[in-house]
């Protein structure tokens, strides 16, 4: 699988962005699927996964209430919905992917994914 992150952008605060996963390669319905965010100096930061279903999600709680993480496996996609941005958003965010079974959750760890996307840049001013 091949993926590919976008929908990052300059916002102010208190506002909404979308960021996409699209796989340019293989279907993505066969991979759980994580959003993880960056910045200069810190460690990737787990955000959200996803589940093959849909189903399950699991965020952190930095953005819990926020953030929406969703998928369309016709589309091969899977979706980051942020509201009510905050300055300490600002971040690369990554996707990446593993494949497992459908019925299991995929973990919050960098190391429990097998593929990652480039990054797409959130700033958020304040």
């Known amino acids: 699988v091949q993926l590919q992150a976008s929908g990052g952008g300059l916002v102010q605060a208190g506002d909404s962005l979308r960021l996409s996963c699209a796989s340019s390669?293989?279907?993505?319905?066969?991979?759980?699927v994580g959003w993880f965010r960056q910045v200069p100096g810190k460690e990737r930061e787990f955000v959200a996964n996803?589940?093959?279903?849909?189903?399950?999600?699991v965020y952190a709680d930095s953005v819990k209430g926020r953030f929406i993480i969703s998928r369309d496996n016709y589309k091969n996609t899977v979706y980051l919905q942020m509201n009510n941005l905050k300055p300490e958003d600002t971040a690369v965010y990554h996707c990446?992917?593993?494949?497992?079974?459908?019925?299991?959750?995929?973990?919050?760890?960098?190391?429990?994914?097998?593929?990652w996307g480039q990054g797409t840049q959130v700033t958020v001013s304040s």
């Open positions: 996803i589940n093959r279903s849909g189903g399950g999600t």
């Open positions: 390669r293989g279907p993505l319905s066969m991979f759980g």
């Open positions: 990446a992917a593993k494949r497992i079974i459908m019925t299991v959750q995929p973990g919050p760890e960098r190391t429990d994914y097998d593929y």
